[in-house]
Every structure is written in C-alpha cells, then in structure tokens.
C-alpha cells in the first residue's frame, strides 16, 4: 500500500510508533491467508485426514510389529525459544492432540520424548520450556535439549553427497515413532524454515551444522528465502532426513498476527511441499522499483536472529541504500561464538576481508555464518554506516561495537519511537540532498514474513 498523506506506523516489540511521509510503501502480504476459525479443529482433521499417510492413530498402531504399545517409544522433535511463536501449548496447540492420540494407541507418558531441536543454540530453560510447551507438558514428559557437541547422544548415519559426515541424536534414531513439528515460513538460507530442518541442522552434529552453513552453501545464489531448487541447504537437509526418516510431519504457518492460517500434516516430504507451494504466493510483495531506503520490523530476539529480516530487505533496496532496521533484540547479542565472530568482522578493514577469511578456514567456526549473513547487508548498503540498527535491547555501549551504526548514536535517542522516528528524518533528509528529490521509500511491516520482491524477479521465480 503507498500512503497519500502521513501515515503512523504502529507496531509491537515492544510497541513502537513512528510516522512515515506520503508516498511511503508499506509492504506487507498482498492477500495473507485468514485465520483458522477453529484451530482445534483444523488440527484434529489434519491427523485423522494427513496428507499422503493413513490417519496418524493407524501409524502408531502399526509402528514396531510385535511390541507391546505400552512399550513403544515416541520422539517429537520440537523447536527452541527462538520460534516463540509456534502454538505448541493449549488445547488450540499442536502438543496437547499429538500427546493424546499417541497415549490413546498405549504409549507411555515416560516413553513419549519432546526433542528440543536447538541445532547451535543455547539450551533452553526451564522458564522457556514453560512458555513454549505449558506447565502439564512440561511436568508429565521427557523434555531434552540436543547438543550438537556431546558425542554421547549422536550416532554416525552416514556421509551426503557433499561429503558430510553425519551424525544425529540417538533418542531420535532410537524411537519406534518420529514425529516432526515446526513452522514453516520464508528462510533466508534454506529457502524455507520447516519440514526436514527439524532434522538437518536441528538435532544433527556440529560438523553437519557446520557444512550447512559454510561459504560453499552460502555464497551459492540459490541459498535464500522461497527457493528449493538448487538450493544447496535444502537439498543437504533433504538427503539428511531422507536417510534417518521420519513417521509423521504436523508443521503449522502463522500470519504476521501470528494467527494460525494452515495445518499441515502427514508424510514430511508431500506435507512440506504443499505447504511450501501456498506459502511461496501468500509471503512474496511485488515491488515495481527498489528504494534507497528501507525501514524493516524485525520482532525476533537477538541481533544474531535479526539478519533473516535484514538480507530479506536487501532485493528491493538499491546498491548502496539505506536500510533502517527496527528490531527488539530483547535477548541482546547473541552467543559468545557469535560475538566473536562479529568483533573479528569489525577488527578487519572491510567485510569482504572476512568473507576472504571464511574461504580460508579449514573448518568452518561456530556461528560465522551468521555474521557471513550480515556481510551481504554491508556489501548491499556499503558498509556499516548505511546500516541503521534501532533497538533498546542492546546497550548503547554494546551497539556501538557491532558492524553498523547504532540508533543511539545515530539520533541521540534512548526511546525506541523517538530514535526509529530522529533516524527516518535524518536519512530521509541526506538522500534528498543527494538525490535532489524526496527517496523512494519502503517499510517491511513484518520482516520475518513478508517477503519482497522486484516484480522482474518474482516473474521469473
């Protein structure tokens, strides 16, 4: 939608309101799919009518021949605080109908395991395992975290195509059942969150992670948001799953109200590809002309999350635009791996120094690829200071140490709205100066979903 007058934009991050100048593109889906009426009931239907699979109580009922149900193990992969808001808990969850369908076929509360597929992550807390799953899960079943490092809990599969060897948890490999939930929604690397990444890189080994994330997958023009073929991630996550299997896929997709709009349920190859099909039209926005300036939202958690939006934002910004991004970042930074990571970025004269280091590693570092990420941002703007990062949770002594230009320091501002609003002026102002003309000017309402495109490129796609 493009503005004819002043137009306020208002949105939560904690809440942030700023005012946009007519003219102003706000880009958001064009026709997001509606909210499921009864999500309750979308779900049920979904496991009694799966997609390519007999109803989801057949395949329990038939899984390892010959065994007592009430001996029967069951793993359902999950994900980790950084999918906040995945509806795992509740009576409109997806947990509370999978646990009682796999209780009614005589499994075991003790033998039913949730896997936390962290991948690199943290593991997660017990206040986090609260909020995610809700106190009668979280008191009644076996939660785990996997590690990516503990050769204890993998178990060698196999080498890929690539020349991955890899490894995966063994309370996964060692389950009668194997259960995969998720969202599904645009990604950055993989084309789409979901489906198999529940498996590679969720609960795989370190160097399986690693390979994932190298120079060699990233740099690849295929590696970003709506694209599967030839990208080099899906298809290393495809072969990984394919290898170790899977019995039943129940993935969700949420709007940017984060209302529950699809279920998708059965076989984890077919389920993830129509729902990847209808996805792919809902989240792409045409755009006519790229800007020199783009505001993009981006409500995840840290500064390590908030690159999804940024490189999302980076097909309709002109070379060496502006982009402002608005972010909570209310978990700060991110991990120490990633920290270091970032101060090494900002030792060296410029990001492509560091790109040229990446391809030197002989083995790839613990999340570099997050900050290989941010590199095409800089290589996109120019360098940090067409990087305009607005949040409060990060320390403006903390910010000002990242490869970017901190809204603090940029505005002279310590509330959120004041700063985005100080930093839209000012940026709007000196490209008016240079241009001779107002910018054009775009705002991604929701940088986690919508995802825009020139309508050249969505053509061809």
Known sequence: MRTTAPYEVCVDLPRVTFTVPAGTDLLTVPHPAPPLGDAAAAIARALAAPIGTPPLADLVAAAAPGKPP???????????ITRPD???RGEAGILPPLLRLLEAQGLQRQHITLLVATGTH???TLAEKLQLFG???????PIIDHC???SKTLRYVGQTASGTQVYINRHYLDADFKILTGEIKPHFMAGFSGGRKAICPGIANLETLQKFHSPQFLEHPCATNLVLEGNPCHQEAMEVAARVGADFLLNVTLNEAKQLTGVFAGDWRQAFARATASLADAV???????????????ATLNHYQAAKAAVAALPVLVRGGTLIQVANSSDGI???????ELALLRSLPSHRDYLALLWQRPAVHKDQWEVEMWCKVLEKVGGPAGLIYCTTGISPEALEKL???????????QDLSRMVQRALARTLAAWQRRLGRPPRLGVILDGAHAIPCLETAAAKA
């Open 86 to 88: 995945i509806p795992y």
């Open 122 to 124: 943290r593991a997660s």
């Open 148 to 150: 990516a490092t503990d």
């Open 135 to 141: 106190p009668e899960v979280v008191s009644h079943y």
């Open 284 to 298: 792409r926005v045409p755009v006519s002309e790229p800007y020199e300036v783009v505001v993009t939202i981006d």
């Open 70 to 80: 009430s001996e029967k193990t069951a793993t359902i992969v999950v994900s980790d």
């Open 334 to 340: 991110g991990p120490p791996e990633y920290a270091h």
């Open 403 to 413: 490869p970017l230009t901190s809204g603090y320091a940029y505005t002279g501002e």
